[in-house]
T-cell receptor, first 113, second 120 residues
Framework: GEDVEQSLFLSVREGDSSVINCTYTDSSSTYLYWYKQEPGAGLQLLTYIFSNMDMKQDQRLTVLLNKKDKHLSLRIADTQTGDSAIYFCAERPLSGGYNKLIFGAGTRLAVHP | GAVVSQHPSWVICKSGTSVKIECRSLDFQATTMFWYRQFPKQSLMLMATSNEGSKATYEQGVEKDKFLINHASLTLSTLTVTSAHPEDSSFYIC????????????????FGDGTRLSIL
């Protein structure tokens, strides 16, 4: 089946690192994504990782993929108040072709001074 | 970069009114557009996939007669919530897939900023 799970809330201090975790069920997923949603807005693609990769780094963002455990994480280094938002993990199962994205429920990141 | 415009951003109307939401790809052609619904503090649920020039494909449990989708051109898809009731109040988000598609993983869909629909 297709299911993506995330913890719902994370609170961190400004300047610390944030780690948001996600688990997915469809082993056929070719790409996995992290999206950011600010209040009242749509989704912004932050980063993605191909399923044959273990890690991807993009400036302050590091994505780790454990394909065996179907576990994905997003690490934000030096977290800033502007990083406060909801972060969605999404998988793109092979069965959906290029069309279907399955989203997790989102992790609300709160950054405090 | 690819931009998707959604209009209106906020609608408040009386129960029984039909509401149309537009989704436009501003700088690219989109053969496929997607409509999502998001309840407060919940994830995006795909409602339907809209293909230019053909009928939309609805997800299980979504009433096609309630949520009318039209994708008449490569840059515009519309979602009409017919005879809206308070339980239809939600945040509706569209996204568009670039016509060229391709095999790269980045930007499989470009998202609009959403429409908040409130039915009184």
């Amino acid at each position: 089946g297709e299911d993506v799970e995330q913890s719902l809330f994370l609170s961190v201090r400004e300047g610390d690192s944030s780690v948001i975790n996600c688990t997915y069920t469809d082993s056929s997923s070719t790409y996995l994504y992290w999206y950011k949603q600010e209040p009242g807005a749509g989704l912004q693609l932050l980063t993605y990782i191909f399923s044959n990769m273990d890690m991807k780094q993009d400036q302050r963002l590091t994505v780790l993929l454990n394909k065996k455990d179907k576990h994905l994480s997003l690490r934000i280094a030096d977290t800033q108040t502007g990083d406060s938002a909801i972060y969605f993990c999404a998988e793109r199962p092979l069965s959906g072709g290029y069309n279907k994205l399955i989203f997790g429920a989102g992790t609300r990141l709160a950054v405090h001074p | 970069g690819a931009v998707v415009s959604q209009h209106p951003s906020w609608v408040i109307c009386k129960s029984g009114t039909s509401v149309k939401i537009e989704c436009r790809s501003l700088d690219f052609q989109a053969t496929t557009m997607f409509w999502y619904r998001q309840f407060p503090k919940q994830s995006l649920m795909l409602m339907a996939t809209s293909n230019e020039g053909s009928k939309a494909t609805y997800e299980q449990g979504v009433e096609k007669d309630k949520f009318l989708i039209n994708h008449a051109s490569l840059t515009l898809s519309t979602l009409t919530v017919t005879s809206a009731h308070p339980e239809d109040s939600s945040f509706y988000i569209c996204s568009a897939r670039h016509r060229s598609g391709g095999t790269v993983g980045n930007q499989p869909q470009h998202f609009g900023d959403g429409t908040r629909l409130s039915i009184l």
